[in-house]
């Protein structure tokens, strides 16, 4: 016997035979068409039962999206000044016009109450934060340059919080503050965290869907 141990005539010279690695037919996988720029943008995809026990997959309704954004806005206003921190353009923007607003208003409304003052100056940081906010993603997108100096500036921001905070003790404040600052290094670097940060900052329109991984 010349055949070799596992030959099938049959399975051999069948023709047609189909392929269980293969697509259905009529139904081709959804791919994102690259931007102008070449990248391909990263499209979630989220499960929710069908009728019959199926399974739906796809994008969020647009009325998911804005539900999630009314839940998400007010967190982001809660951290804007850690926000303001991790961006640095968008920060001294916001904080820019922040300071002009409750000096224009000192000006003209001398007896205005501090609360009032707060108010004011953190719905002036708002203003500019959705276009200095997406400017800066793209300019981190395109200069590596500005991305360094960008993770610097964001070390040297958590290493002085830190500082500034633990005076009280200042026995152990070195090992604290280096010990924050390499944390923070592997945090920024982490795909995971960024993968969610990029998401949080998407629904609120902050970022661009288009802009790669590397401009967090």
Known sequence: MSDPLGYNPIAQSAPGLPRHDAGLPG?????PAPTSSGFTP????????GRGGSAVYGPPSPTARWIARVFAFPIWCAMLPVWGALYPLAGVTGLAAGTAAVLLLRKFYPAT?????????WMAMLIPAWPVSRFEHRLAARS??????RHILRLAAAGSLVYY???????????IVAIVVVGMHFLLQASGA???????LELLCLRSTENPPTSS
């Open 144 to 149: 590596k340059l500005y991305r360094y100096l």
């Open 27 to 31: 139904h081709a996988a959804y791919t």
């Open 165 to 175: 905070a633990s005076l009280t003790a200042p026995d152990n404040l070195i090992p």
């Open 194 to 200: 960024r993968a969610i940060w990029h998401g949080f």
């Open 113 to 121: 109450d501090l609360s009032l003052l707060i108010s004011v100056a």
């Open 42 to 49: 990263y499209v979630p995809t989220y499960y929710a039962p």
